[in-house]
């Protein structure tokens, strides 16, 4: 006589191992439908770091730059333009991510970040090149008859910026590559 042993259909579901999501504090598990385990990961420090470099730009582009658009021209909205579009961009990208940890593994199978960041890059170094010649031929002189002009050093600090980003896009680009090419 032969017997048969079922198992259960939960014991089945359950053998993939289970990822705690959240945050311990004390007893309980907090905060358990965002994606914590992504802000540890070098994607998102890149992410963040975009974040708040672009953001830096966008105020010193509009607080100190915004009066001297019409003697820099099409340069200032190169620029503006690049940084608006990119900031936006990274910072949805950065919600949906630690929202959703489905979205972010999806993401990664797909070349959308790789040419989105290296877009990113060329655009960030065009652009930035392009406002730094604009400001030093066209906001210098000004600047040196009186050192009272806000808006030369504000493009100076922001065409660095830019430049830094341009960086860090690249490495972004790559390091999403990199990713894509694995598999993982």
Known sequence: MSSIIRIPLSSVQNRRPQVKKGLNIGFCRVCTCFNVE???????????FEIIIGSCCEMLLVRFALGAATEIGDAFFSFHSTVTSCLLTTSLLMISYFLS?????????????IFFNTFACFLYASSSSYIGF???????????????DAAFPALVAAYY?????SICYGIDAWTCYKVFKSGA
């Open 134 to 148: 604009a400001s030093n031929f066209s906001l210098y002189p000004r600047f040196v008859s009186s050192s009272s």
């Open 101 to 113: 940890a489905k979205t972010y593994n999806l993401m990664q199978q797909t070349v959308f970040e």
């Open 161 to 165: 910026l830019g430049a830094i980003l």
């Open 38 to 48: 992504f802000l540890t990961s070098k994607c998102a420090l890149l992410k963040l």
